[in-house]
């Protein structure tokens, strides 16, 4: 298992912060009813809070801050729109 050790911020006295990812059950599996995507979104959404919530009060804020920038570059190309003349219309 691949561990990353980080500062946590506690003013003068900096410690390490401890926030362990370990392998769990895995994604469920839902039957395909009529509500399977909004179980997946939900299971999806809380598992997301959770780590956020770790990062936020284990994190010093500038790492957060930077942490927060880098993932959104990862994923710009997800919010880019097109312009009128890039549609082709």
Same mark, same amino acid.
């Given at each position: 298992m691949k561990r #990353? #050790? =980080?500062? &946590?911020a506690d003013g003068d006295k900096a410690q390490p912060a401890t926030i362990e990812i370990v392998k769990g059950a895995g994604i469920p599996q @839902?039957? %395909? /009813?009529e509500n @399977? +995507?909004?179980k997946y979104a939900i299971f *999806?959404?809380?598992? %997301?809070?959770? =780590? %956020? /919530? %770790?990062l936020r009060f284990s994190l010093p804020g500038?790492?957060? /801050?930077a942490l927060t920038c880098i =993932? &959104?570059?990862r994923r710009a190309s997800l919010f880019r729109v097109? =312009? *009128? +003349? +890039?549609v082709g219309t």
């Open positions: #990353i #050790i =980080l500062v &946590m @839902f039957l %395909a /009813d @399977f +995507e909004a *999806y959404r809380n598992q %997301a809070q959770s =780590l %956020a /919530d %770790a500038g790492t957060l /801050d =993932l &959104m570059q097109p =312009l *009128y +003349e +890039e």
